[in-house]
């Protein structure tokens, strides 16, 4: 075989197992991609971050910002263990760090649907006013005014307590009739004036920016107002009583009964007086006094001397006065004509005395 007819021959043979190479390795290409799209893919089963740094929630109701504060420290944790973690992970591990309490009024919330049907932010939302004392800006305000450094207290720890408090104080949302009612309220201390605290909250509240001082001032005449008419109705008629003297009874002697014969008592040692005779002035008895037929100069009365006649005076002058009785006091009405004052003549022992 010449040259020619070999190199033709071996040509067509590596043609031949050329294209058998390639019709095999289409074959595998082939297979590869459908077993591929057949395979279900792989899920993550990684467990979910404990974050046992993290204590868990338990309901605080003295400190208002307390789930407030716990919430700021559980998102850094969080983010820092497991920074692509879905939102229904984040509402597990938020859920899984409540206390039992705190979790079980979370589920009740939450009804009909269940507590991972929400996200992160829908269930701090539903949280937040679970465990969060509701209280308006003008109270922390007024609290900002009102505080002060305890005994002892470091005055770093004031300082940071004066930042949180100025915070929330919200100062370049404060317009001047605001400000005014806050002075207003912080001067308004006393237990008494609970409800006009109140009544001032509540204005401050609904009216927001639009408020006015002088409303707030026109709304407490009217509060003060109503609550002295529903006195008035409440009293329509009371009995003013006071207190009598009984007069006192006469002791009566002992009778004796007939036919016993009377056996003398023995003689009792007397005791000294202890406070001075109102007719001389030393200590004796009265009945016992040497001045009993003693006739006064200064009053012409007998029994007592010069120097006890003024003491003797003033005492039964106040046996005059001594007499109280009770008197009753009907309803006293606002005439339309008399501009707020009521004015009456009452009897008062005897001597008519206005109001």
């Known amino acids: 075989m010449n040259p020619t ?130 209280r308006s800006v003008f109270a922390d305000r007024y609290d900002c005014m009102r505080l002060t450094r305890d005994e002892g207290e470091e005055f770093m720890h004031v300082v940071n307590r004066c930042k949180a408090a100025l915070k929330m104080f919200k100062f370049e949302e404060l317009t001047k009739e605001q400000f005014d009612a806050l002075i207003l309220l912080s001067a308004l201390k006393s237990p008494a004036d609970e409800p006009l605290r109140a009544r001032i909250l509540q204005k401050l509240n609904q009216d927001g920016d639009r408020v006015r001082f002088d409303d707030i001032i026109t709304d407490c005449v009217d509060f003060l107002t109503t609550k002295a008419d529903c006195r008035v109705f409440a009293n329509e008629n009371f009995r003013l009583n006071a207190v009598q003297k009984l007069p006192q009874k006469r002791r009566q002697r002992r009778k004796h009964p007939p036919f016993e014969k009377h056996q003398p008592s023995k003689p009792t040692a007397q005791k000294d007086s202890t406070s001075p005779c109102f007719r001389c002035g030393d200590l004796h008895w009265c009945k016992d006094c040497p001045h009993l037929k003693h006739q006064c100069n200064e009053c012409k009365r007998t029994g007592h001397l010069e120097r006890q006649c003024d003491h003797i005076h003033n005492h039964r002058s106040n046996l005059k006065h001594s007499k109280v009785g009770f008197t009753q006091i009907g309803t006293v009405r606002q005439s339309p004509k008399s501009n707020g004052l009521v004015k009456m003549e009452i009897g008062v022992n005897g001597v008519q005395v206005q109001f």
Request: aromatic residues 8%; hydrophobic residues 40%.
């Open 5 to 134: 007819d070999l190199q033709s021959v071996l040509s067509a043979v590596l043609r031949e197992q050329e294209q058998r190479f390639v019709q095999l390795l289409d074959a595998l290409r082939v297979g590869h991609s459908t077993s591929a799209a057949v395979a279900p893919p792989t899920q993550r089963n990684s467990p979910l971050p404990q974050l046992s740094d993290i204590e868990s929630f338990v309901v605080d109701v003295v400190n208002p910002t307390h789930f407030d504060d716990w919430l700021r420290r559980f998102k850094v944790p969080l983010l820092c263990a497991a920074p692509n973690i879905s939102e229904k992970e984040k509402t597990m591990v938020l859920a899984n760090k409540l206390s039992t309490d705190a979790f079980a009024e979370f589920r009740k919330c939450c009804l009909p649907k269940d507590v991972t049907d929400y996200s992160y932010e829908e269930a701090v939302a539903r949280l937040r006013p679970l465990f969060s004392k509701q």
